[in-house]
Nanobody, 119 residues
Framework: QVQLVEAGGGLVQPGGSLRLSCAAS????????MGWYRQGPAMERELVAD???????NYAESVKGRFSISRDKTKKTVYLQMNSLKPEDTAVYYC?????????????WGQGTQVTVSS
């Protein structure tokens, strides 16, 4: 089992910044991907950004140039720096870790942290 603990959500004005963090613990294998998803009101959960074991990153078009994902492999922690926040970024943000276990792709999720962008 893998546990993911998120921190850093909150209320911010449009144009502001927030930094989310997610610490992973438990049975984590060498090759895995960590990332962030979000789910706004009455919306499907969507990928925001992820980063693989080699450091390659992937971003949703809506956040490119504004958000930045990074990781500290020794701490098994991933960060999401969010700048120039917009009201449409308001959502619950979920940390995700995916890895192969017994030939199957397994997804683990954090409990979610609320990000609200409002004046």
């Amino acid at each position: 089992q893998v546990q993911l603990v998120e921190a850093g959500g909150g209320l911010v004005q449009p144009g502001g910044s927030l930094r989310l963090s997610c610490a992973a613990s438990g049975n984590i294998f060498n090759m895995y991907i960590m990332g962030w998803y979000r789910q706004g009101p009455a919306m499907e959960r969507e990928l925001v950004a992820d980063i693989n074991n080699s450091g390659a990153t992937n971003y949703a078009e809506s956040v490119k140039g504004r958000f930045s994902i990074s990781r500290d492999k020794t701490k098994k922690t991933v960060y999401l720096q969010m700048n120039s926040l917009k009201p449409e970024d308001t959502a619950v943000y979920y940390c995700n870790l995916k890895q192969i276990e017994s030939t199957k792709l397994v997804n683990y999720w954090g409990q979610g942290t609320q990000v609200t962008v409002s004046s």
